[in-house]
């Protein structure tokens, strides 16, 4: 019940397509649903999160797309780029909780 | 916005010996901070949360008396790896709970050897 499933484990995408990464819940406690970019090296950093109240969110070229009768969440990055290379997680939260999902290694080929 | 500073960013030390990392929020305060382990390629393990002024609560698994963290002020926590050995090199992160969600360090690549 506390996990989070993400999938893919690893993305190859060309310069200036869509990234699509994509992640299950199974707590329907859950209230907080962030996607995190982590760099090789560094901390995982906020890139965006929504809440079960909304269907999506978009912040420049990221985009959640929230369903929450198939508890399902996922990321769509447009028009990516090789500067999107970097390991996204997706996360769901309730009470200081955080689960995490296993990542998705991003790749934007040139 | 929220800034999580984690020193050192790495560190090497000899095995038995004990190394402290330390996590500070800079532009907030941090009742809750949180640590974590990541091994290469995988996602983050949480180790224990720890709430100013009182104990750490540690996830099953993790040694206290190995992994000893102090939460003494509003942003300020610590994380020693006591007695270190080959099998604690890892990447530690700590997290700080604030009005904008959780804001990481950048991390601590500790080797011991």
């Known amino acids: 019940q506390q996990q989070v499933k993400q999938s893919p484990q690893s993305l190859i995408v060309q310069k200036g397509g869509i990234s699509i990464i994509n992640c299950a819940y199974e707590?329907?406690?859950?209230?907080?649903f962030p996607w995190y970019q982590q760099f090789p090296g560094k901390g995982p950093a906020l890139l965006i999160a929504?809440?079960?109240d909304v269907s999506e969110k978009k912040e420049g070229r990221f985009t959640i797309s929230f369903n929450k009768s198939a508890k399902q969440f996922s990321l769509h990055i447009m028009d990516s780029q090789p500067g999107d290379s970097a390991t996204y997680f997706c996360?769901?939260?309730?009470?200081?909780?955080?689960?995490w999902g296993a990542g998705t290694k991003l790749i934007i080929k040139p | 916005g929220a800034v999580v500073s984690q020193h050192p960013s790495w560190v090497i030390c000899k095995s038995g010996t004990s190394v402290k990392i330390e996590c500070r929020s800079l532009?907030?305060?941090?009742?809750?901070m949180f640590w974590y382990r990541q091994f290469p390629k995988q996602s983050l393990m949480l180790m224990a949360t720890?709430?100013?002024?009182?104990?750490?609560?540690?996830e099953q698994g993790v040694e206290k008396d190995k992994f000893l963290i102090n939460h003494a002020s509003l942003t300020l926590s610590t994380l020693t790896v006591t007695s270190a050995h080959p099998e604690d090199s890892s990447f530690y992160i700590c997290?700080?709970?604030?009005?904008?969600?959780?804001?990481f360090g950048s991390g601590t690549r500790l080797t011991v050897v």
């Open positions: 707590n329907t406690a859950f209230d907080y």
């Open positions: 929504i809440r079960p």
């Open positions: 997290s700080a709970s604030g009005q904008t969600g959780y804001t």
């Open positions: 532009d907030f305060q941090a009742t809750t």
């Open positions: 996360a769901a939260s309730k009470a200081y909780q955080l689960i």
């Open positions: 720890s709430n100013e002024g009182s104990k750490a609560t540690y």
